[in-house]
């Protein structure tokens, strides 16, 4: 079977904003156009006119809601997970501290508690549930808004570190800027939710949903550059050449499979962390010994990697699937 160079975990986050998307787009459009017509539900209080996304939730369409909420959390949960695994095994630029490795795990645990509020927020609806239902409202808001300030403190972080990869920094700020929002759109719809402003409170909500998607859409940013560290990357393919990285200091792919003499890797890339690099560093161009070298892979020059006068293959760790 042929190997599929653009099949990667970034097609978690995709199917995730995809599936949020149609989930809100089908309740609002259920809400607004015949024969519902923008109908006054039961949970919906006297002089409210603009029905909330669980008004809308919490009638016929609610199979359709659990649905899209437990499917959307799922592959967003996966591309936290994803995010941690590339890193750790070096498909991503690799965490250089522990207190990077905490805030990827804070990231990961809020997130799962904002997951578990969205889920239970669409089976305890609002009109037969509602304490319930806004706990766990509460609950996702708060979950999902402190994985996001996490990921972004990590993030900082990394773009210390990896002051060229720039794909850091461009998603810390769309990051940042869905956390600033959603703070603030999430204090306006609580105050007017409570001081029964409910037609802004809807529409506040139903924003606040819509830009959500937003930030599961930029966890495509964070996991593209693992197409280019995948298993069996076959350097010397015209079609593939160019889609390494140019190694400094501590931000370095590293090629792994079959080498020679001049240090030339064909077969499997991963980022290396600096403390790797102060062990087993070297030069490998011209080496017949097994060390393990760094370079340049711009354009489809030579990956420096791990070869000895034999060009035995190399063999090293595999990721979760081929194509990925």
């Known amino acids: 079977m042929r190997h599929l160079p653009y099949l990667s975990y970034y097609l978690y986050p995709i199917l995730a904003g ?12 259920h809400w607004l156009v015949p024969p519902v017509s923008r109908a006054h539900y039961p949970s919906m209080a006297a002089s409210q006119q603009i029905a909330y996304i669980s ?23 996966i591309s936290f997970a994803a995010d941690y695994y590339l890193r750790h095994k070096g498909r991503l630029v690799p965490n250089q501290t522990r207190t990077e490795t905490v805030l990827a795990f804070l990231t990961i645990g809020f997130a799962i508690i904002g997951t578990v509020g969205l889920i239970l927020l669409s089976v ?32 900082q972080r990394l773009g210390q570190h ?9 998603s810390f700020w769309i990051k940042l800027t869905f956390v600033i929002l959603e703070i603030l759109l999430a204090i306006a719809f609580v105050s007017c939710t409570f001081t029964q402003h409910y037609n802004a409170g809807a ?49 370095v792919v590293n090629g792994n499979g079959y080498g020679n003499g001049d240090g030339n890797g064909t077969g499997d890339m991963r980022y290396v962390g600096a403390s790797e690099m102060e062990e087993g560093g070297g030069e490998s161009s011209g080496s017949h010994l097994p060390i393990q070298g760094y370079g340049n892979a711009v354009g489809g020059g030579p990956v420096m990697g791990l070869t000895d006068h034999s060009s035995r293959p190399v063999t090293r760790e595999r990721g979760l699937a081929g194509n990925f």
């Open 55 to 77: 008004d809308v939730g919490a009638s016929t369409l609610k199979p359709l809601f659990i649905t899209g909420c437990v499917l959307t959390t799922v592959f967003l949960d």
């Open 18 to 29: 995809l599936i949020w998307l149609a989930t809100l787009l089908a309740l609002l459009i």
């Open 203 to 251: 529409v506040l909500e139903w924003v606040i949903a819509f830009i959500f998607s937003a930030y599961v859409f930029s966890f495509v940013v964070d996991l593209w550059p693992a197409i280019k560290t995948q298993p069996n990357l076959n350097l010397h393919n015209p079609r593939e050449k160019g889609m390494g990285f140019e190694g400094n200091g501590g931000q």
């Open 162 to 170: 990896y002051k060229h990869h720039h794909h850091l920094s461009t």
């Open 124 to 155: 305890f609806d609002t009109a037969r549930y509602p304490k319930l239902h806004n706990i766990f409202l509460l609950l996702f808001i708060g979950g999902y808004v402190l994985s996001a300030i996490f990921i972004c403190w990590e993030y």
